[in-house]
């Protein structure tokens, strides 16, 4: 079967500082403001608490480690659906471009979008479904920016993430103001080190999200030297603005208090600067939320486009537009199963739970596969011209790849329900590809014309 061609394809305008932009902005969402009291709450000491936000860079920059071979290797709008497609089959790809679409990045826009209605209706609330407006709202609006086109998507990023970065370093400096309380040794946990397994799931989730720049492989510049450049130095950024946060925080309101704390940022800004303080930083976690959704929507179209150029009925999902630089279709379908989430979840009545239930376990299972596609594509491709390879190879992944089953298992050991509903979504993926009949073999010379060159 001939490949369906695009309109146009994917042009090199997005700068190392787009890049960047965008990662972080990913990562750096709400989480940061509200996952370490769990955090806390299973440490013995604060030392432990430190070492785990240490670990979970560490643990990022390993898979950063083997994602910069893959993207520099085999640069691709379609990121994660690339590589695994190149390793294991279409059908494995095609599953993967589903789930991506349905669960994890729907997913993922649908959740940030429900933590900026949340913490927007704290400041101008619209009544009993205000949450769920501003979320659908905020879908309809950042969906139609990123369509407008490629600068205004990378232009919109990156004035949020500055203004959500600054937002973190106002509550680290916070934390350095305020008084030390007198219960700040005082350990809430009494598991023992058991607990620092839970600790690394939260970490770990707070991290997530870095991969991401895989997908603008196909249109940044100087990809084989800027893809590295974009990874490493967002994850360097990342843990260095989560340690010291986390650092501000337990200098703020000690072991106990962080771990009491339902609102650990608030309480840091309210003992540093009084009551008006507090209200502020729900501003900051809109605006970081707002941040991750905008950039979420941008990467999440890339894979379904290129989904649309490998599969013929999905075509009209594989356009993209010469004038904007964007792939318009892929991004009003995925707007339009993320705002079908969001009516999901305000009937559930349990939005962000429910959500998140139901994307983790796919998450880490096709994260677990890129990590094994390295292995696959060394073998199956050694003569493809590698800028970056992985250090300590085989070491490295292998490392990486047993923290994905670590993490697998814990969301669906944790999850049971939400992990049935996902699996559920990603089984109907396995029919439509029975269905759909994409490609059973790929011809890596038209596959890369299509997608990765200018």
Request: glycine share 10%; hydrophobic share 50%; proline share 4%.
């Amino acid at each position: 079967m001939k490949q369906v061609e695009s309109v146009s394809a994917p042009k090199r305008v997005v700068t190392v500082v787009d890049a960047i932009g965008i990662t972080i902005g990913i990562v750096v969402g709400a989480g940061i403001f509200s996952l370490p009291s769990l955090v806390a709450g299973n440490a013995q000491s604060e030392w432990t608490v430190l070492l785990a936000w240490t670990l979970g860079g560490a643990a990022s920059f390993i898979g950063a480690l083997v994602y910069a071979e893959l993207a520099t290797t085999f640069p691709h709008a379609g990121g994660d659906y690339h590589f695994l497609r190149r390793a294991f089959g279409s059908r494995i790809g095609f599953l993967f471009a589903w789930a991506r679409m349905s669960v994890i990045q729907t997913g993922s826009m649908a959740l940030l979008a429900f933590v900026f209605g949340d913490y927007a209706s704290r400041i101008a609330p619209l009544g009993a479904y205000s949450s769920s407006i501003y979320a659908a709202g905020l879908l309809v609006l950042l969906t139609g920016l990123n369509i407008l086109g490629v600068r205004q998507g990378t232009g919109t990023q990156n004035v949020l993430t500055t203004v959500e970065v600054l937002g973190v370093i106002l509550v680290i400096a916070a934390g350095f103001t305020a008084a030390v309380p007198q219960s700040a040794a005082t350990s809430p946990n009494a598991g023992g080190s058991s607990a620092f397994g839970m600790m690394m799931v939260f970490v770990l989730l707070t991290y997530g999200g870095w991969n991401e720049a895989a997908y603008l492989s196909a249109e940044l510049r100087d990809v084989q030297r800027n893809m590295t450049r974009a990874l490493f130095s967002s994850i360097l950024v990342i843990t260095v603005l989560y340690v010291l946060i986390n650092l501000a925080y337990l200098r703020a309101l000690g072991l106990a208090g962080v771990a009491g704390s339902n609102q650990v940022a608030a309480d840091v800004m309210r003992n540093a600067f009084g009551e008006g303080a507090a209200g502020l930083i729900s501003v900051f976690v809109a605006i970081s939320a707002l941040t991750s959704a905008n950039a979420t929507i941008f990467t999440g179209a890339r894979t379904s486009y290129a989904l649309g150029c490998d599969v013929a009925p999905l075509s009209f999902l594989g356009r993209w537009s010469s004038r904007t630089s964007t792939p318009v279709n892929a991004l009003l379908a995925q707007g339009a199963i993320g705002l079908g989430l969001v009516l999901l979840g305000t009937l559930t009545r349990e939005n962000l739970e429910t959500i998140v239930n139901y994307t983790s376990p796919v998450f880490w299972s096709f994260f677990l596969l890129t990590g094994i596609s390295l292995f696959v594509l060394r073998r199956k491709d050694p003569g493809a011209v590698r800028p970056f390879r992985v250090p300590l190879y085989p070491l490295t992944p292998i490392v990486f790849c047993a923290t994905c089953t670590y993490l697998l298992y814990s969301s669906l050991n944790t999850f049971k329900t939400g992990a049935l509903v996902g699996v559920a979504v990603v089984a109907v993926g396995v029919l439509l590809s029975l269905w759909l009949q994409p490609q059973s073999s790929f011809n890596k010379r038209e596959g890369e014309s299509q997608h990765a060159k200018p």
